[in-house]
T-cell receptor, first 112, second 114 residues
Framework: ETGVTQSPTHLIKTRGQQVTLRCSSQ?????VSWYQQALGQGPQFIFQ???????GRGNFPPRFSGLQFPNYSSELNVNALELDDSALYLC???????????FGNGTRLTVT | QQQVKQSPQSLIVQKGGISIINCAYE??????FPWYQQFPGKGPALLIA?????SEKKEGRFTISFNKSAKQFSLHIMDSQPGDSATYFC?????????????FGTGTRLQVTL
């Protein structure tokens, strides 16, 4: 059974640029959630996708957007990058919207 | 009201000892309280979780104690081992989508020494 995989593992971008992060969910999981983890902090909920529709959003501005595809993989897009967007971005999949999360190892984004 | 406060920030325990990490919350609508373990370079992994209808849950060396009236819950790691050295996060969520939309604490860095 393949777990949650994220790409790329590391990324460096310049302030103002746009970035796309990718996530493949665990087999059989139809729900994908994205979290932002700043250095030394706990993960913060960005949003969740269930069957290709957004199913809840945390306190993040609209420049954070996402997609879920028919195979349940997902993308996180961030426009107009700011220095404070530097963080570990974690994708997690689950069997359903009310099942425990299985996290990937994250994408480390550095904005300079 | 969405915050979960976690303490201590870091903890050093001798091998074989008991590690105790505490969390407190304000929002009485929270109904699911998991603990996650994170190793460096890895994503968090679910350790154990509890719902407010029970006061304690034990899985192997890991126990959650839950005090609904005090709005506190804690993780106890019995017979702590060097392999337990990691960062531990408590979390909580409100329905619907309870298990997947989590509010995390700030983490406790546990070091188990020989």
């Amino acid at each position: 059974e393949t777990g949650v995989t994220q790409s790329p593992t590391h990324l460096i971008k310049t302030r103002g640029q746009q970035v796309t992060l990718r996530c493949s969910s665990q087999s059989g999981h139809n729900t994908v959630s994205w979290y932002q983890q700043a250095l030394g902090q706990g993960p913060q909920f960005i949003f969740q996708y269930y069957r290709e529709e957004e199913n809840g959003r945390g306190n993040f501005p609209p420049r954070f957007s996402g997609l879920q595809f028919p195979n349940y993989s997902s993308e996180l897009n961030v426009n107009a990058l700011e220095l404070d967007d530097s963080a570990l971005y974690l994708c997690a999949s689950s069997l359903s919207t009310n099942s425990p999360l299985h996290f990937g190892n994250g994408t480390r984004l550095t904005v300079t | 009201q969405q915050q979960v406060k976690q303490s201590p920030q870091s903890l050093i325990v001798q091998k074989g000892g008991i590690s105790i990490i505490n969390c407190a919350y304000e929002n009485t609508a929270f109904d699911y309280f998991p603990w996650y373990q994170q190793f460096p370079g890895k994503g968090p992994a679910l350790l154990i979780a509890i719902r407010p209808d029970v006061s304690e849950k034990k899985e192997g060396r890991f126990t959650i104690s839950f005090n609904k009236s005090a709005k506190q819950f804690s993780l106890h790691i019995m017979d702590s081992q060097p392999g337990d050295s990691a960062t531990y996060f408590c979390a909580a969520s409100i329905p619907p989508g309870t298990a997947s939309k989590l509010t995390f604490g700030t983490g406790t860095r546990l070091q188990v020494t020989l």
